[in-house]
């Protein structure tokens, strides 16, 4: 097992440095510089003051060179500064990364209080009316784009409860209930999605499981529907399930993105949006590597957990 743990993390790496590439040359594809961004387009400044700004931000030199720079850093432990703040990335990714968690763990919360259960119940009552509803429901969810879903939800809130999203952020520790109210509809536009390919996957997995032979004989033998599902037949097909939530913590980071947004929160998502916006490579190339690290991470997670989950799985 250890073997297999180092394995792991050591094929980490090169997908890492791939990512460091891909982000790298990613953020010099878009149009415009930060020394455009602060210039301005109507802005008349002469070539030697907008030369001396790229010099200053290291854009006059070659590509490679630039690469090198930041990956010596990276290497260092430093995610570079940012250059439109002056602040290090790293503690400006740790400032708002409270935010992102709470927001992802609510809407993971949400996904599997309501993906689970209805998987179960559509695949313990297939072909009945409840097992179409269930299905028509998550197509339909996986169909709506998720800034569509956030706007119609606020339009509906600010219609019906007079509620509309406040412009300043509430933690938990000093105003509880204002950050409970605040993160309900966040949570609820970022887990739908979520729910509907956990339901669609807890049913596929379990009616796989309901067919074996050995749930046909507790049957055969008088065991309560309930017991087969809740005892036998659920804990083997929760690998397939697993894998799902493990591969949509990516879904859960990428969609925070414009939920923290629509929705004005503080979060990683919304600092890497405006870092895009105002052309701050290092930011921009410090959140997308780290968002990168935590959904390998995660992966790794799902699959350390497969033996547990599963006695047949060995890793060798």
């Given at each position: 097992?250890?073997?297999?743990?180092?394995k792991?993390?050591?094929?980490?790496?090169?997908?890492?440095?791939?990512?460091?590439?891909?982000?790298?040359?990613?953020?010099?594809?878009?149009?415009?510089?930060v020394?455009?961004?602060?210039?301005?387009?109507?802005?008349?400044?002469?070539?030697?003051?907008?030369?001396?700004?790229?010099?200053?931000?290291?854009?006059?030199?070659?590509?490679?060179?630039q690469?090198?720079?930041?990956?010596?850093?990276?290497?260092?432990?430093?995610?570079?500064?940012?250059?439109?703040?002056?602040?290090?990335?790293?503690?400006?990714?740790?400032?708002r990364?409270?935010v992102?968690?709470?927001?992802?763990?609510?809407?993971?919360?949400?996904?599997?209080?309501?993906?689970?259960?209805?998987?179960?119940?559509?695949?313990?009552?297939?072909?009945?009316?409840?097992?179409?509803?269930?299905?028509?429901?998550?197509?339909?969810s996986?169909s709506?784009?998720?800034?569509?879903?956030?706007?119609?939800?606020?339009?509906?809130?600010?219609?019906?409860?007079?509620?509309?999203?406040?412009?300043e952020?509430?933690?938990?520790?000093?105003?509880?209930?204002?950050?409970?109210?605040?993160?309900?509809?966040?949570?609820?536009?970022?887990?739908?999605?979520?729910?509907a390919?956990v339901?669609?996957?807890?049913?596929?997995?379990?009616?796989?499981?309901?067919?074996?032979?050995?749930?046909?004989?507790?049957?055969?033998?008088?065991?309560?529907?309930?017991?087969?599902?809740?005892?036998?037949?659920?804990?083997?097909?929760?690998?397939?399930?697993?894998?799902?939530?493990?591969?949509?913590?990516?879904?859960?980071?990428?969609?925070?993105?414009?939920?923290?947004?629509?929705f004005?929160?503080?979060?990683?998502?919304?600092?890497?949006?405006?870092?895009?916006?105002?052309?701050?490579?290092?930011?921009?190339?410090?959140?997308?590597?780290?968002?990168?690290?935590l959904?390998?991470?995660?992966?790794?997670?799902?699959?350390?957990?497969?033996?547990?989950?599963?006695?047949?799985?060995?890793?060798?």
């Open positions: 097992m250890r073997a297999y743990v180092l792991r993390v050591l094929s980490l790496v090169p997908t890492l440095i791939g990512v460091t590439i891909l982000v790298f040359l990613m953020v010099r594809l878009i149009p415009g510089t020394v455009d961004q602060m210039i301005g387009a109507e802005a008349r400044v002469d070539e030697s003051t907008r030369a001396s700004m790229r010099a200053f931000f290291g854009l006059d030199q070659p590509l490679h060179v690469y090198w720079s930041w990956l010596s850093g990276l290497l260092r432990g430093d995610l570079g500064q940012s250059w439109r703040s002056g602040l290090p990335v790293s503690k400006m990714i740790f400032d990364l409270a992102t968690a709470e927001l992802g763990l609510a809407a993971l919360a949400v996904s599997l209080l309501v993906g689970i259960p209805l998987g179960v119940l559509s695949a313990v009552r297939e072909n009945t009316r409840l097992d179409h509803v269930a299905r028509i429901v998550s197509l339909f996986l709506i784009p998720i800034f569509w879903q956030a706007a119609m939800l606020i339009l509906a809130s600010s219609l019906w409860f007079n509620w509309v999203p406040p412009v952020y509430a933690p938990p520790t000093r105003d509880p209930l204002g950050n409970l109210k605040q993160m309900v509809l966040p949570a609820i536009v970022l887990g739908t999605v979520v729910a390919q339901m669609r996957m807890t049913r596929s997995s379990l009616l796989e499981v309901l067919r074996h032979d050995y749930v046909r004989t507790a049957r055969a033998k008088g065991l309560a529907e309930r017991l087969i599902v809740s005892r036998h037949a659920f804990k083997n097909a929760l690998v397939p399930i697993i894998t799902v939530i493990g591969v949509q913590v990516g879904y859960l980071l990428g969609g925070a993105v414009v939920t923290e947004e629509v004005t929160l503080p979060g990683v998502g919304r600092l890497v949006l405006n870092a895009v916006y105002e052309r701050d490579y290092p930011l921009v190339q410090g959140t997308i590597l780290f968002i990168a690290a959904f390998m991470l995660s992966n790794l997670v799902v699959d350390l957990l497969y033996a547990y989950l599963d006695p047949r799985i060995r890793y060798e």
